[in-house]
């Protein structure tokens, strides 16, 4: 566990920030921005802390020793890649590999009991993309270890992304300026995010889990679709909601995260989805797995296994589960199928954007599911299940309350491939290009203004709800 919502906005957040504004300059500040995200994972990871402190000091001491011994450097990114990659097969796939090689085998192997620590996909992730561009001699080696740690600790996003790559913020670390500008997005983009993930992942969260939770004979083609849509909207506005609060912290630190999300729900193709969901991720997969592993430069045969074996990664990335493996590849499949029929890309772009959603509904179904057979039931029911019995009427209309069909209704308009309303008033108020004054204050009073109200409105949510953490602070 780590801080609830109400204690990182009420006690955490303003504490450290009032700190930072009163530290007089950038040493101290990082100090205490260190000493700030050891707290936040120390909160909920006591031990687990030492874990994250220890995988900074080790690829620390990695890329240091690749910058001063070059004729060896590729042994020493060897061994720690190794080192990084045992780490996570340790904590995160160990019990899944035994299960796995039981099943296989039909041994009794003991399953191991570990607890996974928050983010570590993150963090090892960000810490090797570190090592990696040392090696490349695409940044410089950073010889100040609390410099390192605080990129890989900052408390913003260290727990769930976005994953971010030293050199976006290597400047940064060193030299930054803060302005009331600046704070004042920053503080609009972080309680927007919070709204997103407490008014609208929170509610249609709610009915996802009735759904596969339920009895299977309470599940025919109504509630089988309900329940996908509202997991797809759940993990859009949870994950991005959290993707907003990251960067809008970072920005009221003097840091500035790459988006994470670009509306994907409005692609046209699997491709264009991709690009635009957890964009960190995927541009991760692409710069350290992809193209090392010679991409499309071997002739179509080695690009498609090589796709193939990036999604699989990818899905397993997501947990140590075989929905996710499947997921993974699931999506893979329709990469490789719009690639090599290009009659699909150039479908009118309303059928495209329809037959993306379908392919990632069904997808997200399969990442929900608590098992793979499960997955593929709620698939069967959502095209077969016309079976209409009072078991399954009464349940659908339980989860069908005015509250759940207003967010749900807020929730598809705010990820249609349109550009919000939101969007355009946010741009007019910070956006130095607006040469109307009287038109940039009524932007900024509105947006000042429903800041207040998503805030206070999701505070008095948070105060009578138990906790109710980030879908991706298991990842």
């Not at 928050?118 to 992730?125: A, E, K, L, R, V």
């Not at 769930?160 to 983009?189: L, M, N, S, T």
């Not at 947990?319 to 997921?327: D, E, L, Q, R, Y």
């Not at 059928?351 to 593929?376: K, M």
Request: positive net charge; aromatic residues 16%.
């Amino acid at each position: 566990m780590v801080f609830s919502s109400l204690e990182f906005i009420c006690v955490f957040l303003p504490v450290v920030f009032i700190l930072y504004c009163m530290a007089p300059g950038i040493k101290t500040r990082n100090a205490l921005l260190v000493l700030a995200s050891l707290l936040f994972y120390a909160y909920g990871e006591p031990v687990y802390v030492l874990l994250m402190i220890g995988s900074v000091l080790v690829n620390y001491l990695a890329a240091r020793a690749i910058s001063a011994y070059r004729k060896h450097a590729k042994w020493i990114l060897a061994a720690d890649l190794a080192a990084n990659i045992a780490v996570l097969g340790v904590f995160k796939y160990a019990g899944f590999a035994v299960e796995t090689l039981n099943a296989l085998l039909h041994t009794a192997i003991p399953v191991p009991s570990i607890s996974l620590p928050i983010g570590i996909s993150f963090f090892t992730f960000q810490a090797m993309s570190y090592v990696i561009d040392v090696y490349r001699k695409d940044v410089e080696v950073q010889k100040s270890f609390p410099n390192v740690l605080l990129y890989i600790s900052f408390f913003p996003q260290l727990i769930a992304g976005p994953i971010v790559r030293y050199k976006d913020i290597c400047q940064a670390i060193e030299d930054r300026r803060q302005d009331i500008g600046r704070v004042a997005w920053g503080f609009e983009r972080f309680i927007f995010g919070l709204g997103k993930k407490v008014l609208i992942a929170n509610t249609v969260g709610e009915v996802a889990d009735a759904v596969f939770a339920a009895e299977a004979s309470s599940v025919n083609i109504a509630v089988a679709w309900l329940g996908a849509i509202a997991y797809m909207l759940q993990i859009y506005y949870d994950f991005s909601g959290y993707s907003d609060m990251a960067i809008g912290l970072g920005e009221m630190f003097g840091f500035h995260f790459r988006e994470n999300f670009r509306y994907p729900y409005g692609a046209a193709g699997m491709k264009d989805f991709w690009n635009r969901w957890h964009i960190s991720l995927s541009a991760w997969f692409k710069e350290y797995v992809y193209i090392p592993l010679g991409g499309n430069r071997r002739g179509k045969l080695r690009a498609c296994v090589n796709r193939i074996i990036v999604f699989f990664l990818t899905g397993l990335w997501h947990g140590a589960s075989w929905t996710f493996v499947i997921w993974g590849l699931w999506h893979g499949f329709f990469l490789l199928l719009e690639e090599y029929l290009p009659f699909i890309r150039k479908m009118p772009k309303c059928i495209l954007r329809v037959y993306t959603l379908l392919v990632v509904c069904l997808g997200f179904v399969i990442f929900r599911a608590d098992t793979l057979s499960q997955g593929l039931y709620f698939i069967s029911q959502m095209f077969t299940g016309t079976g209409y019995t009072a078991e399954t009427i009464s349940f659908a209309w339980q989860q069908l309350t005015p509250w759940f069909i207003f967010i749900a209704v807020i929730g598809i308009l705010g990820a249609a491939p349109i550009r919000p309303l939101a969007d355009r008033i946010r741009s007019a108020a910070h956006s130095s290009a607006t040469q109307n004054t009287a038109s940039r204050t009524v932007a900024q009073f509105f947006l000042c203004a429903a800041s207040l109200v998503i805030l206070c409105w999701c505070i008095i949510r948070l105060s009578g709800n138990t906790y109710n953490p980030f879908i991706y602070f298991r990842f």
